[in-house]
């Protein structure tokens, strides 16, 4: 069993409950089958995100996984409240800290304003990971987590190099354009990886998450 924890949170809009469109239970299924240790919870609204967010801090975590609609300017929960990512950074306080990984599986949720919150909140994650495109397929999106997942169970960890290996496969199955963004304390920034100017440049169609 690999050695790390992932809580996973699934707050989709009700019409994707109806029809079972759930990319967050798909990737449980995933971790289950890969027998890495993980939790599921239904969110429908910020008090029960609070919840979760605290129960994933006392379960020891290491990735929290978000599944919701978003955009450039934050997400949106079961009950239509938006947050914007200054509102989340602040709401993820209680989990946040340099070792542990946050997953938006939201379009955009890869987003430098994601990146730009964190960076100014008083705790912050270690990386960030997310599609940076602006709409990403619901079949697309649960594929790339179960990529994601199946690379980091095959190295048995989450260390850069395992989420360097994992991105590189998704975006070289899928569209997207999925990045992660790992905190430098040094330069007090977050750096983005795979890098437009860095000999990988970002390419994707543009698909929308759960028609």
Known sequence: MAGFKVFIAESNNPEDFYLGRLDGHAAHEVLKVRRI????RIVLNREMLRKAIVYAAKAGADIFHLSCHGNADG???TDGECLSWGELADEFAPFA????????STCEGGHVGVSKAFREAPVRFGYLCGSSDETVGYADSCLAWSILYNVL???ESISQRAFQKAIDKVNAALPGE???RRWVEGDGRYKVYPSPDGGKPLTGARRRKRI
């Open 75 to 77: 997400v949106q929960l």
């Open 178 to 180: 999925f990045v992660y």
């Open 153 to 155: 169970a095959n190295e």
């Open 37 to 40: 240790s993980s939790a599921y």
């Open 97 to 104: 800290t340099a070792r542990r990984i946050l997953v938006n």
